[in-house]
């Protein structure tokens, strides 16, 4: 028996969805690797990889057979119980990490919201009520529940909520300098992104989380990784602290950690993870079993090294191309980023219009993303076919011509 589905459009999103986002003009239907397919039928290029969660793009076989064997077995049983997906998928996070504990949660916010909690939990118990600040990045994004917002350094998204989380500093990224000024005794944890990826993909500098990691452990804070655009290989490693040779105390993980299917965990070290005892923090869906047999699935394709290597070789062809196209037609300043989350830095000419690109992109049958008004963003499956990228950037240089000759 099939539900009845009544058609819809478009037009039928301004009617019946709360106004917060505003989606391009077609509805994707159907995707097969680096393909989507609209409701007309026109296919496009994937490079936007549903911002950075399609890792393995659309349909990959390994993940349908994961979803489609838990499916017919077991759903949900809540944590009043355990199950066997959840187990095996954190045994392999921690194999794969520095990591000891995984806490299973549903979003990028929500696992950044229970690292949060556990830096000031862990502060309380140990040092008492006064160590409680966090220290983070301008320009950075962590999620929009009240905590995570207030976290990040973008008061677009934290203003106009009434009075925000109390104890957050915030400082330009990349400026040690000015993270040792902020950081004293007060402080519970500092929280960054080793790749700023809404704010613009910005790596950071080894010398910087080299110096955030001592500035840490100097005033017993807590170093707090949010890799939940970074992870789960779109950097070339598994985790891109794993790059910089730094080791953060927890670890944040969502987007492609589920390569489509909404997932995302906490790592964190045994002696902190005690701190989450019993009834301390939870969530009703952490560690659905669907979720985490999705996930399996995904770490065992993507921490390969096939997988992996190919990464960094796809970032020489995109970044190739790129800079290419960025002199011929004047419109990129740099071309930055790790990996396959790339960022095309708009020249002063161009600067504020990201989305023209993202339109432009669209018309040629390409999907892209920006990250703020001045970078073009990539974040494609990393196993796209190098047919793909070459077809994709074709389409995306044709867009660009068009765009600036009108
Ligand atoms: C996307 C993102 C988040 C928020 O994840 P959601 O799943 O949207 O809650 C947090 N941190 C970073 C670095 C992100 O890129």
New binding site residues.
């Given amino acids: 028996m099939s539900v009845e589905q009544v058609p819809v459009q478009r037009a039928d999103f301004d009617q019946v969805m709360v106004p917060n986002y505003a989606p391009a003009a077609f509805i994707p239907v159907r995707g097969q690797g680096s393909r989507v397919w609209d409701q007309s039928g026109r296919e496009l290029v994937d490079f936007s990889g549903g911002?950075?969660v399609n890792v393995l793009g659309h349909a990959h076989p390994a993940l349908v057979g994961a979803l489609t064997e838990q499916a017919n077995k077991l759903w949900h049983v809540s944590n009043v119980f355990t199950n066997e997906p959840a187990l095996r998928l954190a045994k392999k996070l921690v194999d794969a990490t520095f990591a000891d504990r995984v806490f299973f949660c549903?979003?990028?916010?929500?696992?950044?919201e229970a690292a949060f909690k556990l830096a000031r939990r862990v502060a309380h118990d140990r040092f008492g009520t006064e160590k409680y600040e966090i220290i983070a990045a301008l320009n950075?994004?962590?999620?929009?529940?009240l905590f995570?917002v207030s976290v990040?350094g973008q008061p677009k998204y934290s203003d106009g909520f009434g009075p925000k989380i109390s104890g957050i500093t915030h400082v330009p990224y990349n400026d040690l300098a000015a993270l040792k000024a902020a950081i004293s005794d007060k402080t519970c944890a500092v929280v960054l992104?080793p790749i700023?990826?809404?704010g613009g993909v910005l790596p950071a500098e080894r010398e910087y989380l080299q110096g955030a990691r001592e500035l840490c452990d100097a005033h017993n804070a807590l170093l707090i990784f949010?890799?939940?655009?970074?992870g789960m290989g779109r950097s070339g490693h598994l985790f891109a602290y794993q790059h910089y040779g730094v080791t953060p105390d927890i670890l944040?993980s969502?987007?492609s950690i589920g390569g489509g299917f909404?997932m995302?965990a906490m790592l964190t070290t045994e002696a902190l993870a005690q701190h989450l005892s019993v009834g301390v923090h939870g969530t009703t869906y952490g560690g659905n079993p669907l979720a985490c047999a999705v996930g399996e699935a995904v770490i065992d394709v993507v921490n390969t090294p096939e997988v992996l290597k190919g990464v960094t070789a796809k970032h020489a062809l995109f970044k190739a191309r790129l800079e290419k196209i960025g002199q011929q037609y004047g419109v990129f300043s740099q071309v930055r980023g790790m990996g396959l989350l790339i960022g095309c830095v708009l020249t002063d000419a161009w600067k504020g219009k990201a989305k023209d690109f993202f339109n432009a992109a669209e018309h040629e049958g390409v999907m892209i993303l920006q990250a703020g008004p001045d970078v073009v963003r990539f974040a494609p499956s990393l196993v796209i076919e190098e047919a793909d990228i070459n077809e994709g950037l074709e389409r995306f240089e044709r867009a660009v011509a068009k765009l600036t000759a009108a």
């Fill in positions: 911002i950075a549903n979003s990028g916010a929500e696992a950044n950075s994004f962590h999620g929009r529940t995570t990040g992104e700023q990826g809404e949010d890799e939940v655009q970074s944040s969502a987007k909404p995302a």
